[in-house]
């Protein structure tokens, strides 16, 4: 099965498609898939990491709009003989861009969580929780297209998979929290963090600070780690779901990661850095497995500071949401394999 991943990451749009492709990648190929991504070179795009491991990566370079993109990737999969499965995971990709490459694969999967435009697709995943999750979609894909709606559907690497199987039993205890706002944090989030640390002065408490590889302030951040007593700063770090295994606590973004916190049962302060984080983290704060502080330009240190203060004065809270956390992500612990691999391995869809 030969599989054509179209996917960008830059410091300015974070890294959460490429890595979320770079999962499923990771899932096809334990079996006999043939995997080639498509990206566009710009700074913190992720190639080398893909490189890294092993993968083909077909580089456009330039600005590009979506017809000279469209152009491009479909000369590329003409020349390589074709594709049994596109993955499109590109906000600013749609129909038009689908359309084009039809001719050069026999199915096509779109990741998608904004539901603000038409695909043509046979397959789309949004493993994002709303509150009108089955009628987002209607009438953005065609009336054949299976919908795999939910965190449940969640794609998680498999480090996160046996984490779950070794966790130990989440009681409300608050003695170690970690700070990650995904790869590239644009807007400063790790040093507000930082600074709340300071503020609430709990001289009992360990901390984990994790800068992503795009992460442009990191030099400055592992300064700032320096000076705080029990801190640990981690830089492009393999050990994601170990560090969140042992927090009792995160602070982070509304991106990708919240369904890798809420899977390990992991409660956490939420900062909305992006506009397509709010509703999920509006959503995901209702059904009771995160607090939402809000978007970023008006959470302060100090308000930070205060909400760390609750929660290590109620246990009770911390212990009540990591129990909302399991209970969202579902029954089970992963290891039966994501119903989306099994569908691209030869399913029915």
Not at 137 to 145: I, N, T
Not at 166 to 183: A, D
Not at 304 to 327: G, M
């Amino acid at each position: 099965m030969k599989v054509l991943l179209r996917c960008d990451a830059s410091s300015a749009i974070g890294s959460g498609h490429v890595m979320r492709c770079l999962t499923l990648a990771d899932h096809l190929s334990r079996g006999d898939a043939e995997i080639v991504f498509v990206c566009r070179r710009q700074p913190g795009d992720l190639i080398p990491q893909l490189t890294r491991k092993g993968y083909e990566v077909h580089v456009l370079e330039g600005g590009g709009d979506r017809e000279e993109d469209a152009r491009e990737t479909a000369a590329f999969a003409r020349r390589f003989g074709g594709f049994d499965w596109l993955v499109v995971d590109h906000y600013q990709l749609d129909l038009r861009f689908e359309q084009a490459l039809r001719p050069f694969c026999r199915r096509l999967l779109v990741i998608d969580d904004l539901a603000d435009r038409p695909h043509a697709c046979d397959l789309l995943l949004d493993q994002n929780l709303y509150p009108d999750m089955g009628e987002r979609y209607r009438g953005l894909v065609p009336v054949a297209c299976r919908l795999l709606l939910g965190p449940h559907y969640a794609l998680l690497r498999s480090e996160f998979l046996l984490a779950r199987l070794r966790l130990r039993p989440r009681c409300g205890e608050f003695t170690r929290l970690l700070i990650s706002f995904g790869g590239s944090d644009p807007t400063g989030e790790t040093a507000k963090a930082l600074e709340a640390v300071r503020l609430a002065a709990d001289e009992r408490l360990f901390i984990d600070v994790v800068a992503g590889g795009a992460n442009p302030g990191a030099d400055s951040l592992r300064a700032a780690c320096a000076g705080v007593p029990r801190c640990t700063f981690h830089h492009r770090t393999d050990a994601m779901a170990e560090l969140m295994s042992s927090a009792d606590l995160s602070l982070g973004g509304g991106g990708g990661t919240t369904w890798e916190r809420c899977f390990l049962g992991l409660p956490s302060l939420t900062i909305v850095a992006a506009a397509n984080q709010r509703a999920v983290t509006e959503a995901v704060a209702a059904f009771g497995a995160t607090w939402n502080l809000g978007w970023h330009e008006n959470v302060t240190p100090q308000l930070i500071a205060d909400r760390l203060v609750q929660l290590r004065n109620a246990p009770y809270l911390l212990a009540e949401a990591s129990a909302r956390c399991f209970e969202l992500m579902g029954e089970g612990d992963g290891t039966a394999g994501h119903p989306l691999v099994s569908l691209m391995s030869g399913g029915e869809l």
